[in-house]
């Protein structure tokens, strides 16, 4: 299955009304590219014939979800680089991107923390 083309006909809706308004969003182009692959991930990930193959076929599952969304994390982000975001609502972004910059400072804060032993 082709989840591609399952979107195309809801994105190609999206990129008409956007040339009509003369705007583009970076924001909605990288979650129609990568959610494809998340499903895809997903659903042709059968469970293995054997028990003991289980274990680390959860593994591969995991680290291709980490990859995968990590890279989606990353690509957003460097839209927030730009001064304006290619986004509908820029303001809208980044407030968000700021509340997850802001998140990020918390984990980086208690990663780092020196050992008390």
């Known amino acids: 299955m082709d989840f591609r083309n ?3 006909p809801t994105y190609q809706e999206v990129q008409d009304m956007e040339f009509n308004h003369d705007v ?15 499903m895809a991930t997903l659903l ?3 469970r ?9 076929h959860l593994h591969q599952l ?7 969304i990590f ?18 609502n820029p303001k809208l972004f980044k407030e968000r ?3 997850l910059l802001a998140t990020t400072d918390v984990l980086s804060a208690h990663t780092h923390k020196p050992s008390t032993e």
């Not at 583009?24 to 998340?38: A, G, H, M, Q, Y």
């Not at 293995?48 to 680390?56: D, F, G, K």
């Not at 995991?62 to 995968?68: A, C, F, N, S, T």
């Not at 957003?76 to 509908?88: D, K, M, N, T």
């Open 97 to 99: 991107l700021h509340s």
């Open 48 to 56: 293995p014939a054997r028990p003991e193959e289980e274990p680390p």
């Open 71 to 88: 890279q989606l994390v990353d690509s957003l982000l460097r839209i927030g680089v730009s001064s304006e975001p290619a986004c509908y």
């Open 24 to 38: 583009r969003s970076e924001f909605v182009n990288r979650i129609v590219e990568t959610l494809p692959v998340f």
């Open 44 to 46: 042709t990930s059968h």
């Open 6 to 8: 399952l979107i195309a």
């Open 62 to 68: 995991e680290k291709k979800l980490v990859d995968q």
